[in-house]
C-alpha cells in the first residue's frame, strides 16, 4: 500500500509570512494524483490544492502554491501571506489513477498562526 | 449550501452496545465514504457507496457495517463497539467516484466509548 509521510506534526508562522509543510510518499505507480486538504478546529476537511502526477507545472491557488518533486516524491505546501484563518490541520493525501476511491493521508500537520 | 452533515457532532455510548453515526449530503453525489480517525492518525477508509453498491475495504472489521437507504443519506453501524473504536468517524462524498475527483467531507462525528 502507498504510504504518505508528514514528518512535522506542528508548524508555526508568523502572519503574513510564508510557511512551507513537507509531505513525501512512497509508490510504485506514475499516475498519480496529490492532494492538500484543510481542516480548521471543530470543522469540515476541505481541498486546498490537488496536483496531477502527469503534470509538471506546480499547481498554484491563490496565496497556496506546491513544490511537486515526482522523482523524489515529494509535496510540499508553501502558504504564503499566511492568515489567521490558515490556522487549522493539513493532511497530505495521495489517490491511485488506477484503483481510485481509496484516499492514503498522511498524519497531518497542525499550523499556527502568530499574530 | 449544499454540504455534507453529520449528526451527531459528538456520540457517547458503552462498551458493547450498538450506536448508529449519520451522514447526510444535499450534494447529489454517488458516492458517499466512511473514514476512521484515530487521534493523530491519519484517516482511514472503511467502506464506500456507490450509488447502492456497497464496497468493503479489505481490513474493515465486521463490527462495522454501513446503510444506504437513498442518495443523501448514509449510516455508520457499530455492532459492538469496543474501546479501540473510539475515534473521529468522517463521511465524504464524490460526484462519480472517478480518481481525479475531490471528495467533500463532513465535519465528522466523535465517538467515545466508555
Known amino acids: 500500500a502507498q504510504t504518505v509521510t508528514q514528518s512535522q506534526p506542528e508548524m508555526s508562522v508568523q502572519e503574513a509570512e510564508t510557511v512551507t509543510l513537507s509531505c513525501t510518499y512512497d509508490t510504485s505507480e506514475s499516475d498519480y494524483y496529490l492532494f492538500w486538504y484543510k481542516q480548521p478546529p471543530s470543522r469540515q476537511m476541505i481541498l486546498v490544492i490537488r496536483q496531477e502526477a502527469y503534470k509538471q507545472q506546480n499547481a498554484t491557488e491563490n496565496r497556496f502554491s506546491v513544490n511537486f518533486q515526482k522523482a523524489a516524491k515529494s509535496f510540499s505546501l508553501k502558504i504564503s501571506d499566511s492568515q489567521l484563518g490558515d490556522a487549522a490541520m493539513y493532511f497530505c493525501a495521495y489517490r491511485s489513477a488506477k484503483t481510485g476511491n481509496q484516499f492514503y493521508f498522511g498524519t497531518g500537520t497542525s499550523l499556527t498562526v502568530i499574530p | 449550501d449544499a454540504m455534507v452533515i453529520q449528526n451527531p457532532r459528538y456520540q457517547v455510548t458503552q462498551f458493547g452496545k450498538p450506536v448508529t453515526l449519520s451522514c447526510s449530503q444535499t450534494l447529489n453525489h454517488n458516492v458517499m465514504y466512511w473514514y476512521q480517525q484515530k487521534s493523530s492518525q491519519a484517516p482511514k477508509l472503511l467502506f464506500h457507496?456507490?450509488?447502492?453498491?456497497?464496497?468493503n475495504e479489505a481490513d474493515t472489521p465486521d463490527n462495522f457495517q454501513s446503510r444506504r437507504p437513498n442518495t443523501s443519506f448514509c449510516f455508520l453501524d457499530i455492532r459492538s463497539p469496543g474501546l479501540g473504536d473510539a475515534a473521529m468517524y468522517l463521511c465524504?462524498?464524490?460526484?462519480?467516484?472517478?480518481?481525479?475527483?475531490?471528495?467533500?467531507f463532513g465535519p465528522g462525528t466523535r465517538l467515545l466509548v466508555l
Open positions: 457507496y456507490y450509488d447502492k453498491d456497497f464496497n
Open positions: 465524504a462524498t464524490s460526484r462519480f467516484g472517478g480518481t481525479q475527483e475531490t471528495q467533500y
